[in-house]
């Protein structure tokens, strides 16, 4: 925590010099302490100048997703100022699963450097190597039914894609429901879980997997084949921190824009990203193939299928091939 404030006056001082005994004097410390604050923070990968009349200098800070990392800086009210990092986890969304179960706070994230069982929906993995991408889960808690927490996934998939544009200057194309696409590649994916009463949601995590500075050849070919990264579409390597503030700084502003509004103005940001208002589509789930003209969505966040036959259908689940 004493790291973390020390890290927050020299990312506010970026540039100028900070003399120990200010820092001590801020903190309440002393100038030994805060030196030996200092030879930590080194140790984890912080480039820190020490001129002797002069003070401190953050040179540079290393991409961890760290709690202190992802702190210093953050400028959201709730999301992500509970943050509970790990090096490698099972699954970001079953550790934030656990701990909304014990009673953890809306805003609450789970962030891992990697997942050894990543989920995708439906029993799928989620390939997660390590210390490249982005794998992070967001617990919430909203006031509505059961039948209305698909929408938080759209919520999930708009702030996703608005967070990849401001910091990669990069904007993927939603695929409903769940998938973002660049250049017709997957470049993230949204798992949404929730526990529930009949009739209201005691919470939903909103896990989100985002390929950053990943190489597509260190996924097994057959995922490959339909992923890209960051990095692949840019030629960049691009800071996942700044990545992952604004991923939640976006989370919070449309689930804000969902809790005040409703879900009518994430309707309208959704069919902006989207991709398949007027193309003709096969969606599959479980045993069944519906395929005619993609519409939009309908009011619950449903997508509406024109079927051959003329008929409008509701599609409230499954996966969607682009065929035209
Ligand atoms: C998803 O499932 O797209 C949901 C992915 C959610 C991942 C996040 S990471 C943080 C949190 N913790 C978790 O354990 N999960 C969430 P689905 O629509 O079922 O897509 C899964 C399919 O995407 C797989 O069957 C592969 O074809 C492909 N895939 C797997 N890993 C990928 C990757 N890293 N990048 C792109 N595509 C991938």
Not at 43 to 59: C, D, F, H, Q, W
Not at 246 to 268: A, H
Not at 279 to 288: A, G, H, I, N, P
Request: charged share 25%; proline share 4%; aromatic share 6%.
């Amino acid at each position: 925590m004493i790291s973390e404030k020390i890290l927050n006056l020299l990312k506010e001082n970026r540039g100028e010099y900070i003399s120990g005994g200010e820092i001590g004097k801020y903190l309440d410390l002393s100038r030994t302490a805060v030196w030996k604050h200092i030879g930590r923070m080194r140790k984890s990968g912080y480039e820190i100048e020490a001129v002797p009349a002069l003070g401190y200098r953050l040179l540079s800070s290393p991409d961890l997703l760290t709690h202190a990392e992802i702190a210093a800086g953050l400028k959201t009210r709730y999301v992500g100022k509970s943050v509970h990092a790990f090096s490698t986890t099972d699954s970001t969304n079953t550790k934030a699963y656990e701990l909304a179960l014990h009673g953890a706070p809306e805003g609450t994230v789970v962030v891992a450097e990697g997942q050894k069982k990543g989920k995708g929906r439906l029993g799928r993995k989620w390939e997660s190597p390590k210390g490249v991408n982005i794998y992070t889960s967001i617990v919430l808690r909203p006031r509505i039914a059961p039948s209305s927490a698909s929408q938080t996934t759209l919520l999930a998939a708009v702030a996703t894609a608005r967070a990849i544009e401001k910091t990669a200057k990069v904007l993927p194309d939603i695929k409903w429901p769940n998938d973002l696409l660049v250049g017709g590649r997957k470049i993230a994916g949204i798992l949404m879980e929730l526990d529930s009463e009949a009739d209201m949601v005691n919470f939903i995590v909103l896990g989100i997997g985002i390929d950053v500075n990943m190489d597509r050849d260190s996924l097994p070919p057959d995922v490959a084949k339909t992923a890209t990264s960051l990095k692949e579409e840019t030629g960049k390597v691009l800071g996942r921190v700044i990545l992952i503030q604004e991923l939640y700084r976006q989370i919070e502003k449309w689930y804000e824009v969902f809790r005040t509004d409703g879900f009518g103005p994430i309707i309208t940001e959704w069919e902006r990203l989207s991709i398949m208002g007027g193309k003709y589509v096969k969606v599959s789930f479980l045993k069944e193939t519906r395929e005619g003209v993609a519409l939009g969505l309908d009011t619950d966040g449903a997508l509406l299928l024109r079927l051959p036959t003329g008929k409008i259908e509701r599609v409230v689940a499954g996966d969607v091939m682009m065929v035209r």
